[in-house]
């Protein structure tokens, strides 16, 4: 994500301290790209047709250094391993591998491997929700409640009286489907927040603690909203609410909708909330970090290979880099890939434009230690960089972008006609990892030499 990184302390250090830090671990990754030796060949398999560089304005030369860098990454172990495939024009101009599938098995990534999206689900549930916009199941204004009453007369936080009890209040209007695909509804997450409701939200666990969206649902009825409806951005469970409304107006289990209206006509052939037992081989292991800060595997989930009960918005699915990078493609298209429509191209303009009002685009809201800058706002389940001068990096403008927990990030450049994609498995806020990202940025632009 295209975000300022705050690091959250850890004992034993300062703020200032924590800036050397991170400041030291981006420029040796920028130090080293020019002293390694990148792939010559083009890897296959990153789901659009491949293209030499200089047929759409891409410097190979200068790419090099973008697969220098990342090389740097895995051997500085920064990463386990990572995927990344740059498009334009519709053309892939580079897709490789580096790393470790497994690093205790010695087993190396493949641009084929399977990895774990986390909140880069969120978009494709976004487009899910234009398919049935597009259908006139919906509108922006839209009070959830309408479709989901399991969500109705929903109360607000207002603070906490003298005895430590919380004060809660009416909404001044119910939450609308428009403030749930931009985040402005009144929900949170739990666990990237310390208030109050984020305590009630961990301690009821409706998410992970639930079997069906419906049950997820109900227990998210009988908590309070954060603040009022409209009145703030905070990340949360919005988009896991939106996969509720995907069944209730479709009329299908998410899982068959996203495969009849998503999946099968992009071809996006290894996306889906669970991974074959035929494709299990291709699973990369998901490292957090020990208490050294070393990488730390974790367990491969025990269900993995079925088809779960609870099927989020917000994560849960599974991908790989030629998955992504043909939705990418079909949103950067306006809708279409192949011939095959998926979205009209008015709609797709709609769902990356930013949603936010001016008065709440102060630079306050922030995920976790994670914190929007200015010249950046909120579509439809993903962000926008609406004004690059105001964001500070090189960018196109009206960039559509996400990322996921493990590292995962993508974006769509509209102005440049160019999409990114870059897999990983590691734990974003491990230090240096979501650096990857901006360095990966960077990177890609000074290669970008044609228009």
Sequence with gaps: ?????????????????????????????????????????????????????????????????????????VDRKILPGTVIAVARHGKVVDCKAYGQQDIEKNKPLRVDSIFRIFSMTKPIIGAAMMILYEEGKWQPWDPVEKYIPELAKLKVFAGLDSGGNMILEDAKHPPTIGELMAHTAGFTYGFFGDTPVDKLYKQANPLAGS???????????????????????????????????????????????????????????????????????????????????????????????????????????????????????????????????????????????????????????????????????????????????KVGYTVGKDTFFWFGLAGTWFWIDPTNDVVFVGLTQRLIFVPGVYGVNQVARALTYQALVRP
């Excluded at 991170?22 to 040796?28: K, P, S």
């Design 1 to 73: 994500m295209r975000l300022t990184k705050r690091t959250e302390p850890v004992p034993g250090d300062t703020m200032n301290t924590i800036s050397k830090r991170r400041a030291f671990e981006l420029a040796a990754i920028m130090a080293s790209v020019v002293l390694l030796t990148p792939c010559d060949a083009l890897a296959e398999g990153c789901g659009l047709p491949n293209s030499k560089p200089e047929a759409v304005g891409f410097s190979a030369q200068r790419l090099q250094k973008l697969e220098a860098a990342m090389q740097v990454a």
């Design 211 to 389: 079997a069906t969206l419906k049950e997820f649902a109900e227990k998210l009825g009988k908590l309070p909203l954060l603040y009022q409806p409209g009145e703030q951005w905070v990340y949360s469970v919005s988009t896991d609410v939106q996969a509720l409304l995907v069944e209730r107006l479709s009329g299908k289990p998410l899982p068959e909708f996203l495969r009849d209206r998503i999946f099968e006509p992009l071809g996006m052939k290894d996306t889906a909330y669970y991974v074959p037992e035929q494709k299990l081989s291709r699973l990369v292991t998901y490292y957090t970090a020990d208490a050294s800060g070393s990488m730390k595997p974790e367990p491969t989930e025990p269900e993995v290979t079925k088809e779960p009960t609870l099927t989020p918005g917000g994560h849960g699915l599974f991908s790989t880099a030629a998955d992504y990078v043909r939705f990418c493609q079909m949103l950067l298209n306006g809708g279409e890939l192949n011939g095959v429509r998926i979205l009209a191209p008015s709609t797709v303009q709609f769902m990356r434009a930013n949603h936010l009002p001016d008065r709440l685009l102060t630079g306050q809201f922030h995920i976790g230690a994670t914190y929007m800058l200015p010249g950046q706002g909120f579509g439809y389940d993903g962000a926008v960089d609406f004004d690059p001068v």
